[in-house]
């Protein structure tokens, strides 16, 4: 939200969360979670390289968890959890249910 007024942008409004179920649907959510912040360490390169200011200033969001091996860490988690092993439909039900919640924000912007 910082990032968003920083910039001067519309705050979005506020949406319902997918249903996050058990813990195999709650590692497809995180699963992801934790692979846009691989696509957020591009997004933070080009911010830090534009003209102006306030969108290098506007990265707090794209550089939360820098530095740690998140995914990694995050892997090791997934491949041992015993539900995702058991229930993988609905690890992939918990991923695209995230997917969808951030494909309905884009269509806003």
Known sequence: MADLQALGAALPREID???VGGE???FGIVYVLEGSRLGGKL???RA??????RVRAATR???H???FDLWSSFLVRLEASPAVTRE???AVAGAR????LFSERVADV
Not at 48 to 53: E, K, N, V, Y
Not at 97 to 100: D, G, L, P
């Open 17 to 19: 969360p997918p249903l």
């Open 24 to 26: 195999a649907r709650q």
């Open 43 to 45: 997004l933070m390169r």
């Open 48 to 53: 830090l390289a534009h003209p102006d200011f």
């Open 61 to 63: 969001f794209l550089s």
């Open 65 to 67: 968890g820098a530095g």
């Open 88 to 90: 993988p439909d609905e």
């Open 97 to 100: 249910a995230a997917f969808a």
